[in-house]
């Protein structure tokens, strides 16, 4: 990557000598630890950016929408935000380059953004059909492949977003080529654990589902149509609801814990057992 890095929002970061030992007990991890979010402005990425850096991590979150990233940086001094675009041709390489600038190192990539938008295959037109799988697949798989040395030098985690639609032998109308990517997505969770294994990078992944974000669908977060999307999911599902970003967050940080490196290749469903119906 040449020429000078971007604006990265002026967020202050903490520095390893503010830390502390009570950051240490809190993340577990035994020192600062760096953590690239793709899609941190909004919804799980926002949450799970919030719940590493609360954990005394440093966060860089990456988004198009430069007033999404500052909003999830508020009140959280260790997180500093990326205006970039996944899927552009020098993004994999700005990303890194920017996260060892501000961050120091990458111990953990969660690779988060996501496109979506149901369409019938009938209706699929090529454009949309890129749009989808550079976002949710391409993407993905050139930003890790950028992130192997940084992320072996930590012996690092990556943690890949799926979707309990697309696990196992579901299937997904009018949703395919989502489903298709994010179960491609979770194929590359299983290889790459086992081809980065000796590297010292481990790969897991989280398979999130139906999760009100709420913002973004309606001014105050409750658009009609998605608010009785998400009833309806909450009568199918055994837990009763639907999920919570937090919930998710939860789980993304637990899997990148040092007690948790014995999971690879795993991809966790948290769904409330609606994957299961
Ligand atoms: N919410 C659910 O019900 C649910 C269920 C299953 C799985 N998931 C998965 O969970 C993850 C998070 O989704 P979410 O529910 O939190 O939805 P969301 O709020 O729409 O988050 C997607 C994020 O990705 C970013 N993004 C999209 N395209 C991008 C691009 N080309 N470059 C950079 N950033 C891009 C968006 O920000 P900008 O538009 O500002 O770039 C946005 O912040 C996704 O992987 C999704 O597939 C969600």
């Known amino acids: 990557m040449r020429g000078p890095l971007p604006i990265v929002q002026g967020m202050t970061t903490r520095t390893e000598g503010t830390e502390g030992t009570d950051s240490v007990a809190r993340t577990g991890a035994g020192d600062t630890r760096g953590i690239v979010v793709t899609g941190g402005g909004t919804g799980i990425g926002r949450a799970t950016a919030r719940a590493f850096a609360a954990g005394g991590n440093r966060v860089l979150v990456v988004g198009r929408t430069r007033a999404t990233l500052d909003v999830t940086a508020e009140g959280y001094p260790g997180i500093q935000g990326l205006v970039a675009d996944v899927t552009a041709p020098d993004a994999p390489d700005l990303i890194v380059r920017t996260a060892l600038s501000v961050l120091g190192r990458v111990d953990v990539l969660v690779n988060n953004a996501a496109a979506m938008g149901y369409r019938p295959l009938a209706a699929l037109d090529r454009a949309e059909a890129e749009r ?16 192997l040395e940084p992320l072996a030098e930590r012996s690092g985690t990556v943690v890949n977003i799926g979707s309990s639609g697309a696990l196992g032998l579901r299937s997904w109308p009018d949703n395919g080529l989502y489903g298709a990517a994010k179960a491609g997505l979770d194929f590359l969770t299983r290889t790459w654990a086992v081809e980065l ?23 105050d977060g409750g658009d009609p149509a998605y608010r009785d999307f998400l009833k309806g999911i909450a009568a199918r599902t055994p837990s009763g609801r639907v999920g919570r970003p937090e919930e998710m967050a939860w789980w993304i940080v637990q899997l990148t814990r040092p007690e948790a490196v ?8 948290v769904d409330g057992g609606l994957s299961l119906t």
């Open 132 to 147: 989808q799988l550079h976002t949710n697949l391409l993407a993905p798989v050139l930003l890790t492949r950028a992130a």
């Open 197 to 219: 294994a000796p590297r010292g990078i481990r790969v897991v992944g989280v398979a999130p589902g139906v999760t009100d974000i709420g913002a973004g669908h309606g001014p």
């Open 262 to 269: 014995y999971a690879n290749g795993t991809v966790v469903p």
